[in-house]
């Protein structure tokens, strides 16, 4: 009995962090696609859904609906909760919490990429042809060429980040370009941060990238080279989560650029987010949890391709799957958190999912009726 004791207590010593299993607490959907999926730091969500833009509070309550001109290509919320919307049909929108229209402009091409400040009052935009757009309070201020695709706009206090099919460059609100970098490939993320901007660069071959931090006058503070293609980059503000092709999910020390952990993900990934050194990560269709030593913690298969992944500042963290097929065009969204008992209720009129199959817990149980079958079997011989 001292020995089978013993073997539980081995055995069941690692359970305890399948207490951190994430559990659903909220899940949304609705007709056609998630194209793009935006937080603000009170925790709202604004969603490219479709022909729509949305926004759902953070309990998962759908607080707008409006209609936008052509399919919801890209999406970005400030903190009084004005989202904006750059269309595939060439239209920059803006909408207030209640979904009024405030204020549009027809761009040249498909607005790739949107940024909005914290107040609402200035907007960004960035096309397919290589226009950038800047407006203060609905009014055009500028728009310049910088390229002949625009991958990412971004704001950081008083300087618009552009990354384009070449480079990168730096504007001022007022339109004079601060400075600019050619780098060895396209400039396909761009995350502001307290140490500096972090930056993806592919190439058009898409068969290696480059990490990097520079700081705000273009100077490279630290690179790291992936001889395979990075599809994307997360922050937290302190670590920066790395996913492609890679064959890893990598975390890096956003300040140094060192190597947290570098755990393998065999997937293609669509995409990854990351807080407080968590890590979740999507490919095909399966999500994974990463906790802050590199373990993995929990990973659930869905009914369709998981496109988007994303924390919250309220604790949980998003998972949206389903289907692009005009056939069959749908997504669901599903708010997870960490630990806790989930609620009893979801928002009305909202589907909910199944909590999936941990794998951890069922070896640690198989293994556990076989030594104890084992043991027992012997004891009777």
Aim: net charge positive.
């Amino acid at each position: 009995m001292r020995t089978i004791a013993l073997i539980m207590l081995l055995i069941l010593l690692p359970l305890p962090l399948t207490h951190a299993e994430p559990v659903r607490i909220w899940s949304y959907t609705d007709e056609c696609a998630v194209f793009s999926i935006a937080i603000n730091d009170n925790g709202y969500i604004s969603l490219a859904f479709g022909y729509y833009a949305e926004l759902l509070s953070p309990n998962g309550s759908l607080i707008m609906k409006a209609p936008t001109r052509g399919i919801a290509y890209s999406t970005a919320i400030s903190e009084n909760n004005i989202v904006v919307i750059g269309t595939e049909g060439d239209w920059l929108q803006v909408f207030s919490p209640a979904g009024k229209l405030l204020w549009e402009y027809r761009t040249k091409d498909n607005v790739v990429s949107v940024a909005i400040s914290k107040d609402g009052k200035i907007v960004a935009g960035g096309d397919a042809s290589g226009y950038v757009y800047l407006f203060e309070n609905g009014k055009l201020s500028w728009k310049k060429r910088v390229g002949k695709y625009v991958w990412k706009v971004a704001l950081s206090k008083d300087l618009v980040l552009i990354g384009s099919d070449r480079e990168i460059e730096v504007f001022s609100l007022s339109g004079t370009q601060e400075w600019s970098k050619r780098l060895n490939g396209g400039v396909r993320e761009i995350l502001p941060t307290e140490y500096g901007m972090a930056i993806l660069v592919v190439p058009k071959t898409e068969n290696w990238a480059d990490v990097a931090l520079l700081n705000y006058t273009g100077d490279v503070v630290w690179s790291l080279n992936f001889t395979r293609y990075v599809r994307r980059i997360a922050t937290d503000g302190k670590n920066l989560a790395v996913a492609g092709m890679t064959g890893n999910i990598t975390l890096l020390s956003l300040e140094s650029g060192k190597v947290t952990y570098s755990t393998p993900f065999a997937m293609y990934a669509n995409d990854v987010d990351t807080l407080n050194g968590y890590t979740v990560i999507s490919g095909g269709k399966i999500a994974q949890l990463i906790g802050p030593n590199g373990s993995v913690l929990w990973f659930e298969k869905f009914n369709g391709t998981v496109y988007h992944v994303a924390f919250s500042p309220k604790g949980y963290f998003l998972t949206e799957y389903g289907s692009h097929d005009i056939q069959n065009c749908y997504s669901m969204i599903t708010a997870w958190r960490l630990s806790g008992t989930p609620p009893t209720t979801t928002p009305e009129g909202k589907k909910g999912g199944k909590i999936g199959f941990n794998p951890i817990v069922g070896l640690s149980l198989l293994v556990i009726v076989t030594i104890l079958g084992a043991l027992l079997w012997r004891q009777r011989r």
